[in-house]
């Protein structure tokens, strides 16, 4: 018999966590179960930072970006006696399961914890898609909406300027970001981990576009792939371009969530709810198709990428 859960968000924060906590709440009391918010993610869950949420706990949340119930990052969640710690505190105050939002680190903790009797379910909140068997997660359309604003308006200036600007967007070693904004943008080149980083290949592709007669040129660059900084310089020494480097950075956390997000975080909040009702626990919420669907985490987190080669085709042909 369920009687109350928890909720936490944890790792990076994203767009339409808030949306999310609002669902599961109103879910969760609307089939007679108690809720209870947790602070700071698994840090909070250890040292027992727990708020009884109502329904009015969560209004005018939903277009508010970042989460209401805080995120941290707990290392030590790993260890046993810590994640036993954390257990037996969700014992004193009652809770029989819990929901988590976060990324892929976040899921493995609440595997850890169903697998020691609290049945977990992991919501996937991250701007940067980089979890597997889920087509979106919650905050990726968000971000792209940033990013694409940005660029949009980077593209005006270079325009009048005969700049080439160097943007690089997150991602943390996925190019979902990098792949849709290039597309959305009609970006020149794009770099990121599917396409690796050959600087003299972009250099030359650029010198190409200018004798093509191009005023401008965008160059869409995945985190952690290359120093954007380093490629803008050598463009402005190698080819006829002006290079500026732009870091979006953490701006693409921020804003209110788009109405794609809202809804999106709404059914997979509502989902995770029912699959607690149920007696599922270990499990992860995804879309799939526009579906949306659960799976265990430990079939989700060992996924390989999946592939994005007609995402680069497309692009390459509307260049
Ligand atoms: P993001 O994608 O934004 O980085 P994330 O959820 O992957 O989000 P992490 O810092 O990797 O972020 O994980 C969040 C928290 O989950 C960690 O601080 C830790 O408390 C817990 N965690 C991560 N890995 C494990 C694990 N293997 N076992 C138990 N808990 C874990």
Redesign the pocket.
């Known amino acids: 018999m369920l009687r109350k859960i928890g909720m936490l968000t944890?790792?990076?924060?994203?767009p339409g966590m808030n949306a999310a906590i609002r669902a599961i709440t109103r879910t969760a009391l609307a089939n007679g179960i108690e809720v209870v918010g947790i602070r700071d993610?698994?840090?909070g869950l250890v040292e027992g930072w727990y708020v009884p949420f109502e329904r009015s706990s969560v209004s005018e949340t939903i277009a508010s970006g970042g989460t209401i119930l805080g995120s941290?990052?707990?290392?030590?969640?790993?260890n046993e006696d810590v994640?036993m710690k954390g257990v037996n505190r969700l014992k004193e105050y009652g809770i029989d399961a819990l929901v988590v939002i976060?990324?892929?680190?976040?899921?493995?903790?609440a595997?850890?914890l169903t697998k020691h009797g609290v049945n977990c379910i992991a919501l996937p909140?991250?701007i940067?898609n980089?979890i597997e068997g889920t087509d979106y997660t919650i905050g990726f359309d968000t971000a792209l909406n940033t990013v694409v604003e940005c660029v949009d308006k980077l593209r005006d200036t270079s325009n009048s300027h005969h700049r080439c600007s160097v943007v690089e967007v997150m991602g943390?070693h996925c190019g979902d970001l990098a792949i849709y904004s290039g597309i959305s943008c009609g970006a020149e080149i794009l770099i990121t981990p599917e396409t690796g980083y050959d600087e003299e290949a972009v250099l030359e592709k650029l010198r190409y576009l200018e004798n093509q007669g191009k005023k401008h040129a965008i160059v869409i660059v995945s985190e952690k792939v290359c120093d954007v900084k380093a490629l803008a310089d050598k463009v402005s020494v190698a080819t006829g371009f002006a290079g500026r480097a732009t870091i979006l950075g953490h701006i693409q956390r921020g804003g209110s969530p788009s109405p794609s997000d809202r809804v999106l975080a709404s059914r997979m909040g509502a989902k995770a709810v029912e699959l607690l009702v149920a007696g599922v626990g270990g499990h992860c919420v995804a879309i799939r198709n526009n579906e949306i669907i659960s799976m265990p985490i430990e079939e989700c987190v060992s996924m390989p990428r999946s592939n994005r080669k007609a995402f680069y085709r497309l692009f390459d042909r509307l260049v």
């Open positions: 944890s790792g990076g924060d994203s993610g698994y840090k941290a990052r707990l290392p030590e969640f790993k994640l976060g990324g892929d680190g976040t899921y493995r903790g595997d850890a909140g991250t940067d980089d943390n």
